[in-house]
């Protein structure tokens, strides 16, 4: 063997040797750069998470903000109403009245309830903020105690039409009035148990005249 042979030799196996370096490296780069590419996926999901974390507490956030405004603006004042039996000025009957007051304008619908029928109660459909008198049943001569189980008021925030101060809650309930038949954006029950209280010398005067039998 001439040494050119040998040189050819040492030739061939250097670039063979050249060339399992070069694979070695290419393997450990690519294995390198996938765990780079799990490493970036795993951080973005992470990213991701977090962002929609923080997400879902700002928008729970939001949402106990707006319940607490919607609470704010329920007419709790309406449940302290009161009842009493007078007589009505434009027809001369004797009635069972409620009474209530608000504190802001309102749309509002009231509803007397009696075992299973229910009745509109006639009522000003934009309710002024202050004192509001609403005629629940007719009270003839002789009733001591009220037929009307309970009362429901539904209110609604004013309609751009209305003529008073806007104002809206921002809850994401429904805030239209529409006819009034639907549930009310805040709903007040007023259970109604109203006993006539009838003096002794009245009371006596009826039981003597009460037929028998």
Known sequence: MDTSDVIAIWAASGAAAISIAGVVVGAITIASARKSAREALQSARVSAD????????????????LDQRHDELRPKEAMDMTFSVRGNPRDGTTNLW???????DYRVRAEAHTGNSRSQLSVDLLLRAGACDVMIEMWPEGRERSNTKFVVLKFWPPEDVDETEHWNCRCGRGVHYGDGTGPGHWEVRVPVDYQELIDGPELIRQIRNRPRR
């Open 50 to 65: 977090e962002a929609k974390r923080s997400a879902d507490q700002a928008e729970e956030a939001k949402r106990i903000m």
């Open 98 to 104: 409620g009474q209530f007051t608000t504190t802001r």
